[in-house]
């Protein structure tokens, strides 16, 4: 991949030394500057032209968000946000996930250095995916923003006895939140299991529940699957498909994390194999690794109709790739068409074959 330039910008002098640090030791990383503010920032993504910026959220001089709207607009480039675990952290990050950041960390709440440590290996991670992500030009979304949305017809649906799955972890939370805002009030039931930290999943259903005609909740045990409803994986929790008699419901586990991720949209999509078998459609959206793919191959082994995104319309290609070279997708679809299939493809029960 050769060395990633990376930019770090932080009021905080401990957490720029930190990143420099951390980051180093990533052979494909360099670290080739750091900014206390936005104004030095600019200068020095002029100066240095980094390929990745990491930008805490809460500065002084300009806040974090109004920096990056003014980049996208400007000089639209890949940004992880360093971000807190408050409320006010999670609504500035998700905000900042719609301006077009490509994805966030979060800082320790306690003890910095041992706990910067402890999300090292994530940030390399994340800085890598975002080295090879697709960032949007911010402007060009501004300018469809003014177009109303073309809702879905409730005709599209044949049968309400089926389950979606919906699975994505980077560039997912606008991708999931594109699906679900067009969906018709008597959709299908839908899971979600999106990678993000706990306290983020809440305020991120509870922003996905304001913009849709679906009620969308974060997932607590036991919750029953109903049409016209979406679960989303609370973080730090696997939620699975579990049915008694004609019920369908959820349970929600801190089982260990598999593919290193807790919720982990393989463990989503082979309940919901078990469970649901051909009554099902799967959908795996934008997202860096391979969590999903196994799950999605159970899937459409069992007959469920099985969907993933493409590479033109994802941020990261890395979850829909690895699902179509196991041969587990039905389809390929740009993002802007997956609702319309989800709910064409709703599986007909007296049908044979679920594709």
């Given at each position: 991949m050769g060395n990633i330039r990376v930019l770090t910008v932080d009021d905080s002098a401990l957490m720029r030394q930190l990143l420099a640090s951390l980051l180093s030791r990533d052979?494909?990383?360099?670290?080739?500057?750091?900014?206390?503010?936005?104004?030095?920032?600019?200068e020095k993504i002029k100066a240095l032209d980094p390929d990745v910026l990491t930008l805490d959220v809460e500065m002084p001089?300009?806040?974090?968000?109004?920096?990056?709207?003014?980049?996208?607009?400007?000089?639209?480039?890949?940004?992880?946000?360093?971000?807190?675990?408050?409320?006010?952290?999670?609504?500035?990050?998700?905000?900042?996930?719609?301006?077009?950041?490509?994805?966030?960390?979060?800082?320790?709440?306690?003890?910095?250095?041992?706990?910067?440590?402890?999300?090292?290996?994530?940030?390399?991670?994340?800085?890598?995916?975002a080295a090879r992500a697709t960032v949007r030009p911010r402007q060009a979304a501004a300018s469809n923003e003014p177009m109303p949305r073309k809702l879905l017809e409730s005709a599209m649906i044949k049968t309400t006895d089926t389950i979606i799955a919906i699975g994505s972890s980077t560039g997912g939370t606008e991708a999931v939140k594109e699906v679900l805002e067009v969906l018709p009030a008597n959709t299908p039931?839908?899971?979600?299991?999106?990678?993000?930290p706990e306290r983020f999943t809440k305020t991120w259903a509870d922003r996905l529940n304001s913009l849709s005609?679906?009620?969308?909740?974060?997932?607590?045990?036991?919750?029953?699957?109903?049409?016209?409803?979406?679960?989303?994986?609370?973080?730090?929790y696997h939620m699975t498909l579990v049915r008694s008699g004609a019920r369908y419901s959820v349970k929600i586990n801190q089982d260990p994390p598999v593919n290193r991720h807790r919720p982990s949209v393989d463990v989503m999509f082979d309940s919901v194999a078990r469970v649901a078998g051909r009554n099902?459609?799967?959908?795996?959206?934008?997202?860096?690794?391979?969590?999903?793919?196994?799950?999605?191959?159970?899937?459409k082994q069992v007959g469920a109709h099985t969907i993933a995104q493409d590479e033109a319309s994802c941020v990261v290609f890395g979850m829909p790739k690895e699902a179509i070279k196991l041969g587990a997708v039905d389809k390929v679809l740009p993002l802007s068409a997956i609702a319309a299939s989800m709910l064409v493809r709703v599986s007909d029960p007296s049908q044979n074959g679920g594709s």
């Open positions: 052979a494909d990383i360099e670290v080739v500057g750091a900014a206390p503010d936005p104004y030095i920032a600019r001089k300009m806040d974090g968000l109004t920096f990056l709207e003014k980049l996208m607009r400007g000089h639209p480039m890949p940004v992880v946000m360093v971000s807190s675990l408050t409320e006010a952290g999670c609504e500035t990050t998700l905000r900042a996930l719609e301006l077009g950041a490509v994805d966030f960390i979060t800082k320790p709440k306690i003890d910095l250095r041992e706990g910067m440590e402890d999300v090292a290996q994530d940030l390399i991670a994340k800085i890598k995916a039931p839908i899971l979600i299991t999106q990678h993000m005609r679906i009620s969308v909740k974060e997932a607590q045990d036991g919750d029953s699957v109903l049409p016209g409803h979406a679960l989303v994986a609370p973080g730090s099902a459609v799967g959908v795996i959206l934008t997202g860096m690794g391979g969590d999903g793919a196994k799950g999605m191959l159970a899937m």
